[in-house]
């Protein structure tokens, strides 16, 4: 599968595999279907309809597994080790937005770019790398990279530091081009990304070339042995999907060879 096809077919497969997209449809058709010669159907339809939210948004079945992400690798401990470089992965503004309103709009992911900002001062000799493209499927707009480098400047960081990579769509393509644009050569690198993110983000970018170390960010759940997983009412499929998504990630790039590994583990 080419990189086109294959950016679209991620598309798609993320928007068909929403868990609102699916939960959603269901209420749908079922409502539809009780009104219809089948009836029984739909209640059966709706019946699963609400089975489907109780275990998935109610239940703390989208923590947990949002959890193992998270988990899987942990802050780094970096006094007295020198890092050559650190690269940070876009996802963390809204491009049209930001285009429309001639401001920087920050979204979900917003932590991957703060905490660079404060790795950037932490090591002002580190080569310095953003990350990011057009990630929508028309493919118009301004790209993460262009956004980026204006919040960079406003925060106070000389983006003259910053290698700004701007063509890649997503994450394997992310690593791709960044290791063929620096050819690091036994360099200390940090990655950092969104924490849920990191396994798959990992496995792409060793697969890729790249000596690199994770730096996870923008947490949504506490440690595991910390907090009780807790019941959620009315319910929320936000941690869910986000899961779903990782993991099918995660499945696809072992599938394609793009990673090495199933469920990337920090080196032992």
């Given amino acids: 599968m080419d990189a086109d096809l294959y950016f679209l077919f991620t598309k798609l497969a993320k928007l068909m595999m929403s868990p609102y997209v ?8 079922g ?6 010669r089948r009836e029984r159907l739909g209640k059966k339809v709706l019946g699963a309809a609400l089975l489907f939210h109780i275990a998935f948004a109610i239940l703390p079945t989208g923590h947990i597994l949002l959890n193992t992400l998270e988990d899987r690798f942990s802050q780094p401990t970096l ?6 470089g650190i690269i940070v992965l876009g996802g963390s503004t809204n491009t049209l937005l930001s285009a429309a309103r001639d401001q920087v709009v920050l979204q979900g992911n917003a932590e991957r770019l703060t905490e660079f ?16 493209g057009i990630g929508l499927l028309s493919g118009k ?21 910053v290698v700004f990579e701007g063509q890649a769509r997503n994450t394997v393509e992310s690593a791709k081009n960044t290791f063929t644009l620096l050819k690091p050569d036994n360099q200390n690198w940090l990655l950092v990304t969104s924490a849920r993110h990191m396994p798959r983000a990992m496995g792409l970018f060793q697969t890729a070339g790249w000596n690199i170390q994770a730096y996870p960010v923008d947490y949504l759940t506490a440690p595991k042995n910390t907090s009780a ?16 998504y990782e993991f099918a990630g995660l499945t696809v790039s072992w599938l394609r060879g793009d990673s090495l590994d199933f469920f990337p583990a920090p080196s032992k």
Avoid at 141 to 161: C, H, N, W, Y
């Fill in 31 to 36: 409502f539809v279907l009780l009104f219809s």
């Fill in 229 to 244: 997983f807790a019941l959620s009412w009315p319910g929320d499929l936000s941690m869910f999907g986000g899961a779903v």
């Fill in 117 to 132: 900002v404060k790795l950037a001062r932490l090591y002002p000799h580190a080569q310095l790398v953003f990350t990011g």
């Fill in 22 to 29: 699916l939960f959603i449809t269901a209420l749908f058709f």
């Fill in 79 to 84: 006094a007295g080790k020198k890092i050559d």
């Fill in 141 to 161: 707009g301004p790209t993460e990279a262009k956004i980026t480098r204006q919040f960079f400047s406003e925060m106070g960081l000389d983006v003259e530091r």
